[in-house]
């Protein structure tokens, strides 16, 4: 088991930036891609980024491609999601997962996920 814990969200005005964490305990942290997806009221979950377990590897959303930017601490066991120009569109509960490939992330495809950190961006 892997037990996720995101932090980091609030109120931002468009155009602003915020930062998310997520802390990662239980099993080998390193052992396992990275990635954050979000779900915003009345839609589907929404793939974000994904980083590889070596963080060599990077893959985002056309969404938030060149916005956002992921990467991983795995002394810390700590996954960033660092947000910036952000939109009203981003608003949304996003969620920190581990995963065994970066493609199956980016397919919808976690092992593990945390209970979300709302980001909520005014116009």
């Known amino acids: 088991q892997v037990q996720l814990v995101e932090s980091g969200g609030g109120l931002v005005q468009a155009g602003g930036s915020l930062r998310l964490s997520c802390a990662a305990s239980?099993?080998?942290?390193?052992?396992?891609?990275m990635g954050w997806f979000r779900q915003a009221p009345g839609k589907e979950r929404e793939f974000v980024a994904a980083?590889?377990?070596?963080?060599?590897?990077?893959y985002y959303a056309d969404s938030v491609k060149g916005r956002f930017t992921i990467s991983r601490d795995n002394a810390k066991n700590t996954v960033y999601l660092q947000m910036n120009s952000l939109k009203p569109e981003d608003t949304a509960v996003y969620y920190c997962?581990?995963?065994?490939?970066?493609?199956?992330?980016?397919?919808?495809?976690?092992?593990?996920w945390g209970q979300g950190t709302q980001v909520t961006v005014s116009s």
């Open positions: 980083i590889s377990w070596s963080a060599g590897n990077t």
């Open positions: 239980g099993r080998t942290f390193s052992n396992y891609a």
């Open positions: 997962a581990a995963g065994i490939t970066i493609a199956r992330m980016s397919n919808g495809l976690y092992e593990y």
